[in-house]
């Protein structure tokens, strides 16, 4: 066995010889399954809620795995399983730009407006 | 006003020392009338529960076996649900059983305060377990579990669905419980079928010879005892020739879809599993099972 160490990466000392493995076993088939994101709605809901994501090797056996993993203490009745990679989201980076302009048009919440005593259902 | 949650519950339930291998914290047929109801032998209902219990639990203690084995996450969680629903299956047909005072030997080595239903469970051996040969085989690889458990489920949905119209309204409670939770084990098996058989050379192969392996365990699925037979005759329970034309369709519609082969269907033999004869399988899976509860019988927490 080799003498040689290092101790970069963070992981202690890690021999270096030349008969250590340095790189994960070569992905097997089953890292083929793509990523999915699971949405719950409820029983009294009205929408459906992000709870989580899983893997899974097609759409339908990625919904029972949610019914599995997702809804094991009643938590909804319905479940919807998007591809992560279907799904198209804003960037961080580009967070102050899309969201702060929004922060100060006060004008744009409905506030300004005297509720009459005698309207009930406002 | 606050109503105590289940951990509550636990928390302040300090009175008495529960024992240590059982849930003690309920009763699973609390607020159900037992009453056996007129014209059925309660000996020959409780142990037609015990076979449909045993079934449920030994097959339970298979599956668990996969639990840090599965080869994803996503399937043990679901491995873990499908002997979760049969765990609780066994619990409510074992406790029936003990209502209407088929306990076997089990009393003897079990102390006043264990549960009936963890009484039988724990304290039986091996020739007091009425379960067949079917739930009680080793798992094989994955492909060899799936279609075992699509056998089991299939047999079990089929006898549970005409359960449920039992003149044992505990009986047929359970069935109707049970059966919408076979549906699924069903279902997820079938799926991993299609998808193992369907699939690639190797999963075929494997998927193929798990079909081998599992088919002559059906032998004696389908050949009634006498107790069967007999609560057949007063409307309790399903004789198991009458799900065979299902059982058979339904396997042969997936197997075929998977693109599998069907083996002949093994001939009837005389029931063994369910007259009490087993092989080592069930003797080395009780020995996991039992061992705890009987070296410490009287432990509590």
Known sequence: MSAEMTSEGGHGAVPTGADVPVEAKPATARRDWPLYEVFVRGKRGLNHVHVGSLHAPDGEMAVHAARDLYTRRNE????WVVKAADITASSPDEKDPMFAPSGDKVYRHPTFYEIPENVPHM | MHEETVYEALANAHDEGHWAFGT??????AGVDTTVPAGIDPADLGEYCVMLGDDALVLAQRLTQWITASPELEEEVAIGNVALDLLG????????????????????????????????????DSDEFRSTALVEAANGDFAQTMIRLLAAATLRLAAFARLRDSR?????????????????????AARWVLRLGDGTEES???????????????????TATDIETRLAAVGVAVDPGEVRAEVHEVLTE???????????????????????EHGPELAELLATLQGLARQHPAATW
Request: no cysteine; net charge neutral; proline share 8%.
């Open chain 2, 254 to 276: 997936v197997l075929e879809r998977a693109t599998l082969s069907v083996p002949g269907w093994p001939a009837d033999t005389p029931p063994r599993g369910r007259a009490g």
């Open chain 2, 204 to 222: 075929h192969r494997r998927a193929q010879a798990g079909v081998e392996a599992v088919w002559p365990l059906l032998a004696d699925v389908f």
């Open chain 2, 168 to 188: 044992d309204p505990v009986l047929a409670a359970i069935a109707a419980k049970g059966a919408k939770e076979l549906t699924y084990h069903r279902d997820h």
């Open chain 2, 24 to 29: 003690g914290f309920d009763e699973p047929l």
């Open chain 2, 89 to 124: 299956q066994a619990r409510l047909l074992l406790a029936r059983a003990g209502s209407v005072g088929v306990l076997g030997r089990s009393r003897e080595p079990a102390t006043e305060s264990i549960p009936d239903e963890d009484a039988l469970a724990y304290f039986r």
């Open chain 1, 76 to 79: 909804g009745v319905s479940i």
